[in-house]
């Protein structure tokens, strides 16, 4: 079975732009997840999907914003990125968004905004 | 969800058990308790999980008191690739997960 792949691994913005970060769920896993993790902090929440509906987002704004595909690939998209936007953004699965489930992360996407 | 709170930093010598504690005096019933591991620069790794019993598996074993306020995940034979920043986590499911800073533990050789 294949892990959680993302891209890009590693991209540079400057402020005001926009991007979006990619990720392929592990086989077998509907429900996706994306953590932000700032430099010497453990990751924060952003959002969860589930059959292509958000299905539950932590404190960021709204021009933090998702999407989940019918093959359960999943994309971030970040608008009007700004300096504090700096960080590593990790994408995880799970089999699904209930019970003891245990989350599979891939690597993760470092962006710098300058 | 349960506040947790772990040292910030420990170290342990190469072959040794590593005892990692986590206290979470105020979880509910029905909250697991996980374990999760980020070695630099990587995603972070899933551990181990438990509700009330202790548990084990291939990487590590899960000791949880008998009134669930606090929990050991102890690593039997510590090696230098264990190094990372290991959270401990209170949740009723994987969603959402609070990460807080974790401890950083130092396999030293």
């Known amino acids: 079975e294949t892990g959680v792949t993302q891209s890009p691994t590693h991209l540079i913005k400057t402020r005001g732009q926009q991007v979006t970060l990619r990720c392929s769920s592990q086989?077998?896993?509907?429900?996706v997840s994306w953590y932000q993790q700032a430099l010497g902090q453990g990751p924060q929440f952003i959002f969860q999907?589930?059959?292509?509906?958000?299905?539950g987002r932590g404190n960021f704004p709204p021009r933090f914003s998702g999407l989940q595909f019918p093959n359960y690939s999943s994309e971030l998209n970040v608008n009007a990125l700004e300096l504090d936007d700096s960080a590593l953004y990790l994408c995880a699965s799970m089999e699904s968004p209930s019970g003891a489930n245990v989350l599979t992360f891939g690597a993760g996407s470092r962006l710098t905004v300058l | 969800d349960a506040k947790t709170t772990q040292p910030p930093s420990m170290d342990c010598a190469e072959g040794r058990a590593a005892n990692l504690p986590c206290n979470h005096s105020t979880i509910s019933g029905n909250e697991y308790v996980y374990w999760y591991r980020q070695i630099h620069s990587q995603g972070p790794q899933y551990i181990i999980h438990g509700l009330k019993n202790n548990e084990t598996n291939e990487m590590a074993s899960l000791i949880i008191t008998e009134d669930r306020k606090s929990s050991t995940l102890i690593l039997p034979h510590a090696t230098l690739r264990d190094t990372a920043v290991y959270y401990c986590i209170v949740r009723r499911g994987a969603n959402n997960l609070f990460f807080g800073t974790g401890t950083r533990l130092t396999v030293i050789p």
């Open positions: 999907y589930y059959r292509e509906e958000e299905n």
């Open positions: 086989s077998g896993h509907n429900t």
